[in-house]
């Protein structure tokens, strides 16, 4: 008989595999730097390195790891909540009310911050874009009337995104001086993590899946459709928002401190389901493992790559994310026209 | 206590549109209960509405004593009542033996691993519907009439007095179609109360009873025995069957097909 524990000792060998993988990721982050690769163990030999390995590479290495959590955990979130493969964190419009966010900021502020109120520099690119990700979401959900209709739900989303962007490029092209770094947000880089973003990311991600746990099987009945979903006693409408919530809460969280990383929320979740068939109480945080391998392994070589210049991590995970999805949907017509 | 349905002066209005109008019925526990007829009529709209899925007016009223299903918690309904949907779109990764685990789910508490009861409640359904061999691989590597079976297993694993299903035959084969009228007869030998929705009548005369709807409206409700059942149906499709008996069953043909046929 199978046993149902099966397929949590599948998702424990996956975790460990994953944990193995950021644990080897962390260190060859600890060892990649400007002037090229160093030995981490060097950290105890000369005194020198403490600070550059304690202070900014390990701080970056593990804040690209949880903000690549973030949105895995999000994108398995999302593909569940409305049951579509290719739902990612920014479907509700979190990306463009960030960029948006963070636009209005530099546009007020960024050219003379020292002139600006106190609040102003507290609150921060982080917290504009952070405040800005969730008012978008906000706007769809209050736009769509709620969660009960999907298609009504990603609608709105996309009329969010498309209104928020144009708003954020008429912006540009009225500062252009904000354009540099608009760009460099929206490319992503974990290259301004320190120990205190990794404290609040880790305290989103922590939240995130101590949330979205009670809730899987809600996004396991959902697979079944909304009304057999509904038939087996499940509260549909206010478990969907709640997901919600959470999937615009983590997706701000990683968005605010890294940017607009592309590919990640909707590459993850797909890799762990080409692994192995599991329940989403194992999927969502296996999918928020890989999301966060993905991202610190892409920092790794954005630092490496041309060092000592600094790639911009979007585009490494554009090119792995998108990589693997060419490599599936190869696959998947390979496999079609075997058929 | 096992449950029967009644309503009562029911109706369903969709965009706008009146589906139902003030229907009365009630539908006998232990009991196989069909309802028929032509497209358009509020077939599965009923059948939604008896599940409690869509708003309605009127009463639906479950059990000897008339409980309504809004007073129950979402778990205890859930117990009550086991639903089969018409093509929903399932996940293709889930693997079977998962998929038929959520019919549990109301028996589960929110953060509980699946018990002993669970377990055979899963192996029993999957057995009755010859699924139990294939019981790891994923909806999408089944066939239509395969995934068909898997969901039926699904519903049977709530183990719930009452089971709505909406075209449950879609997809079917001849034996599996003898073998899902198998498995309504076993569930009937255990009190439960079958409504189906069916839109093939030969199929659908093996019930007990009939529901025949024409516009949202109750056009006759009676044994699928009872000669005036199968007049009743006839008018409903404008004469273009007739029901003749075979052997101890009754059997729909097509009559006066159309020159263009």
């Given at each position: 008989?199978?046993s149902?524990?099966?397929?949590?000792?599948?998702?424990?060998?996956?975790?460990?595999?994953?944990?193995?993988?950021?644990?080897?990721?962390?260190?060859?982050?600890?060892?990649?730097?400007?002037t090229?690769?160093?030995?981490?163990?060097?950290?105890?030999?000369?005194?020198?390195?403490?600070?550059?390995?304690?202070?900014?590479?390990?701080?970056?290495?593990?804040?690209?790891?949880?903000?690549?959590?973030?949105?895995?955990?999000?994108?398995?979130?999302?593909?569940g909540?409305?049951?579509?493969?290719?739902?990612?964190?920014f479907?509700?419009?979190?990306?463009?009310?960030a960029?948006?966010?963070?636009?209005?900021?530099?546009?007020?502020?960024?050219?003379s911050l020292?002139?600006?109120?106190?609040?102003?520099?507290q609150?921060?690119?982080t917290?504009a874009?952070?405040?800005g990700?969730?008012a978008?979401?906000l706007?769809t959900?209050?736009?769509?009337?709620?969660?009960?209709?999907t298609l009504?739900?990603l609608?709105?989303?996309?009329?969010?995104?498309?209104?928020?962007?144009?708003v954020?490029?008429?912006?540009?092209?009225?500062r252009?001086?904000?354009?540099?770094?608009?760009?460099?947000?929206?490319?992503?880089?974990?290259?301004?993590?320190?120990?205190?973003?990794?404290?609040?990311?880790?305290l989103?991600l922590?939240?995130?899946?101590?949330?979205?746990?009670?809730?899987?099987?809600?996004?396991?009945?959902?697979?079944?459709?909304?009304?057999?979903?509904?038939?087996?006693?499940?509260?549909?409408?206010?478990?969907?928002?709640?997901?919600?919530?959470?999937?615009?809460?983590?997706?701000a969280?990683?968005?605010?401190?890294?940017?607009?990383?592309?590919?990640?929320?909707?590459?993850?979740?797909?890799?762990?389901?080409?692994?192995?068939?599991?329940?989403?109480?194992?999927?969502?945080?296996?999918?928020?493992?890989?999301?966060?391998?993905?991202?610190?392994?892409?920092?790794?070589?954005?630092?490496?790559?041309?060092?000592?210049?600094?790639?911009?991590v979007?585009?490494?995970?554009?090119?792995?994310?998108g990589?693997?999805l060419?490599?599936?949907?190869?696959?998947q017509?390979?496999?079609?026209?075997?058929a | 206590?096992n449950?029967?349905?009644?309503?009562?002066?029911?109706c369903?209005?969709?965009?706008?549109?009146?589906?139902?109008?003030?229907?009365?019925?009630?539908?006998?526990?232990?009991?196989?209960?069909?309802?028929?007829?032509p497209?358009g009529?509020?077939?599965?709209t009923?059948?939604?509405?008896?599940?409690?899925?869509?708003?309605?007016?009127?009463?639906?009223?479950?059990?000897?004593?008339?409980?309504?299903?809004?007073?129950?918690t979402?778990?205890?309904?859930?117990?009550?009542?086991?639903?089969?949907?018409?093509?929903?779109p399932?996940?293709?990764?889930l693997?079977?033996?998962d998929?038929?685990?959520?019919?549990?789910?109301?028996?589960?508490?929110?953060?509980?691993?699946?018990?002993?009861?669970?377990?055979?409640?899963?192996?029993s359904?999957?057995?009755?519907?010859?699924?139990?061999?294939?019981?790891?691989r994923?909806?999408?590597q089944l066939?239509?009439?395969?995934?068909?079976?898997?969901?039926?297993?699904?519903a049977?694993?709530?183990?719930?007095p009452?089971?709505?299903?909406?075209?449950?035959?879609?997809?079917?084969?001849?034996?599996?179609?003898a073998?899902?009228?198998?498995?309504v007869?076993?569930l009937?030998?255990?009190?439960?109360?079958v409504?189906?929705?069916?839109?093939?009548i030969?199929l659908?005369?093996?019930?007990?009873?009939?529901?025949?709807?024409?516009?949202?409206?109750?056009?006759?409700?009676?044994?699928s025995?009872?000669?005036?059942?199968?007049?009743a149906i006839?008018?409903?499709?404008?004469?273009?069957?007739?029901?003749?008996?075979?052997?101890?069953?009754?059997?729909?043909?097509?009559?006066?097909?159309?020159a263009?046929?």
């Amino acid at each position: 008989m199978r046993s149902a524990g099966r397929s949590g000792r599948t998702a424990a060998r996956l975790g460990l595999w994953m944990l193995l993988v950021a644990a080897l990721g962390l260190t060859m982050g600890a060892a990649a730097g400007s002037t090229g690769w160093q030995a981490p163990w060097r950290v105890w030999q000369d005194p020198t390195v403490w600070p550059i390995v304690v202070e900014i590479r390990l701080p970056r290495s593990v804040g690209a790891w949880l903000a690549g959590a973030l949105l895995g955990l999000a994108g398995a979130v999302a593909q569940g909540v409305f049951r579509n493969p290719l739902a990612d964190p920014f479907l509700l419009g979190s990306a463009s009310g960030a960029s948006l966010g963070v636009c209005l900021y530099l546009s007020l502020f960024g050219a003379s911050l020292a002139l600006a109120w106190p609040w102003t520099v507290q609150l921060g690119m982080t917290g504009a874009a952070f405040v800005g990700a969730l008012a978008a979401v906000l706007i769809t959900l209050t736009l769509s009337r709620g969660v009960q209709h999907t298609l009504r739900l990603l609608l709105a989303g996309v009329i969010v995104g498309v209104t928020l962007g144009a708003v954020t490029s008429w912006l540009s092209l009225l500062r252009p001086e904000v354009l540099r770094t608009m760009q460099g947000f929206m490319l992503g880089s974990a290259a301004w993590l320190d120990w205190a973003a990794c404290l609040q990311m880790a305290l989103a991600l922590l939240a995130g899946l101590i949330l979205s746990w009670p809730l899987a099987r809600l996004l396991d009945a959902l697979s079944l459709g909304e009304n057999t979903a509904r038939s087996l006693g499940l509260p549909v409408e206010a478990g969907r928002l709640f997901l919600v919530l959470v999937l615009a809460l983590a997706t701000a969280a990683a968005v605010a401190k890294v940017g607009l990383v592309a590919f990640v929320g909707l590459a993850a979740p797909h890799a762990v389901r080409a692994v192995a068939s599991l329940p989403h109480r194992h999927r969502v945080p296996l999918s928020a493992c890989v999301g966060g391998n993905l991202l610190l392994l892409a920092d790794v070589l954005a630092r490496s790559l041309m060092a000592p210049q600094d790639l911009p991590v979007g585009l490494l995970t554009a090119a792995l994310g998108g990589g693997y999805l060419l490599l599936r949907l190869s696959r998947q017509q390979g496999g079609e026209a075997a058929a | 206590m096992n449950p029967s349905l009644q309503t009562r002066d029911l109706c369903v209005s969709l965009g706008g549109r009146q589906v139902l109008r003030h229907l009365d019925l009630r539908i006998a526990q232990g009991r196989w209960t069909c309802i028929v007829g032509p497209n358009g009529a509020g077939k599965s709209t009923l059948l939604r509405a008896l599940a409690g899925l869509l708003p309605y007016q009127g009463q639906v009223l479950w059990q000897e004593q008339g409980v309504r299903p809004a007073e129950l918690t979402g778990p205890q309904r859930a117990r009550q009542l086991a639903w089969l949907g018409q093509a929903e779109p399932v996940s293709e990764d889930l693997c079977v033996f998962d998929l038929v685990m959520l019919g549990r789910l109301p028996h589960q508490g929110w953060l509980a691993v699946p018990s002993v009861q669970d377990l055979q409640a899963v192996e029993s359904a999957l057995r009755a519907v010859h699924a139990w061999d294939w019981r790891d691989r994923l909806l999408g590597q089944l066939s239509g009439g395969e995934r068909q079976r898997v969901l039926l297993a699904r519903a049977m694993s709530v183990q719930a007095p009452l089971m709505l299903m909406d075209e449950p035959l879609s997809h079917l084969d001849p034996p599996h179609q003898a073998d899902w009228l198998a498995q309504v007869q076993a569930l009937k030998a255990r009190g439960v109360t079958v409504v189906s929705v069916l839109h093939e009548i030969s199929l659908a005369l093996q019930a007990d009873e009939i529901v025949l709807l024409m516009d949202g409206r109750l056009v006759h409700h009676g044994p699928s025995a009872q000669a005036q059942t199968h007049r009743a149906i006839e008018a409903a499709f404008d004469q273009r069957l007739a029901i003749h008996a075979l052997g101890p069953h009754w059997v729909a043909l097509l009559v006066n097909p159309p020159a263009s046929l």
